[in-house]
């Protein structure tokens, strides 16, 4: 079955712009979550949602924002773009609700380059 | 302060041989412990997940050890080959949360 899909795989913003990222996750499954990848900070985890409610969140500031629709594919956006924010973004899918012990599968992530 | 560490220098070793990536943590009780892989550019994949009250998991030619007690978790690779050359990441999940703590990561080299 499909894997975890996310557009776009690539792009390129200006300071002070606002990007929106989509992720499908895997069919059947109902959350899914976000997560920041940087060289100096690593993996953080961004938010999670299931059935369009948010479960929990990271410490992101509010410019970082998500939503999910009743057919489990979600989207984030984050609003007046700074140059931190140059990073790859990766959506993951399970089962249920967060990781509890289920298999998580990642999506091969949107690079956000901000110039 | 909770923290998740790996080690940071790339682990170089010969292909055949069996490679052990550890992972520390401070200030967690995990539930769960899961190790991934992640080569450049692509996303990480989930290679095993061992519960807090198990202390060894084993899948084809990795091995995961979890010792609450030390507060460590083993990743080992026997008779390694080129291609498990990558990163490797561990991460934790504690029962109240539903997210995922990773690790910065080990990049393991192998050579022939």
């Known amino acids: 079955k499909a894997g975890v899909t996310q557009t776009p795989r690539y792009l390129i913003k200006t300071r002070g712009q606002q990007v929106t990222l989509s992720c499908s996750p895997i069919?059947?499954?109902?959350?899914v979550s976000w997560y920041q990848q940087t060289p100096g900070q690593g993996l953080q985890f961004l938010f999670e949602?299931?059935?369009?409610?948010?479960?929990n969140k990271g410490n992101f500031p509010g410019r970082f924002s998500g939503r999910q629709f009743s057919n489990s594919r979600s989207e984030m956006n984050v609003s007046t773009l700074e140059l931190g924010d140059s990073a790859l973004y990766l959506c993951?899918?399970?089962?249920?609700?967060?990781?509890?012990?289920?298999?998580?599968?990642f999506g091969e992530g949107s690079w956000l380059t901000v110039v | 302060s909770q923290k998740i560490e790996q080690n940071s220098e790339a682990l170089n070793i010969q292909e055949g041989k069996t490679a052990t990536l550890t992972c520390n943590y401070t200030?967690?009780?995990?539930?769960?412990l899961q190790w991934y892989r992640q080569d450049p550019g692509r996303g990480p994949v989930f290679l095993l997940l061992?519960?807090?009250?198990?202390k060894e998991k084993r899948k084809e030619r990795l091995k995961v050890t979890f010792d609450t007690t030390l507060k460590q978790s083993l990743f080992h690779i026997t008779a390694s080959q080129p291609a498990d050359s990558a990163t490797y990441l561990c991460?934790?999940?504690?029962?109240?949360?539903?997210?995922?703590?990773f690790g910065t990561g080990t990049r393991l080299q192998v050579t022939l």
């Open positions: 993951a899918s399970s089962l249920g609700t967060g990781a509890s012990g289920n298999t998580i599968y």
């Open positions: 949602y299931f059935s369009e409610t948010q479960r």
């Open positions: 200030n967690y009780s995990p539930a769960y």
């Open positions: 061992i519960r807090e009250n198990e």
């Open positions: 069919s059947g499954h109902r959350s």
């Open positions: 991460a934790l999940e504690t029962g109240t949360a539903s997210k995922l703590t």
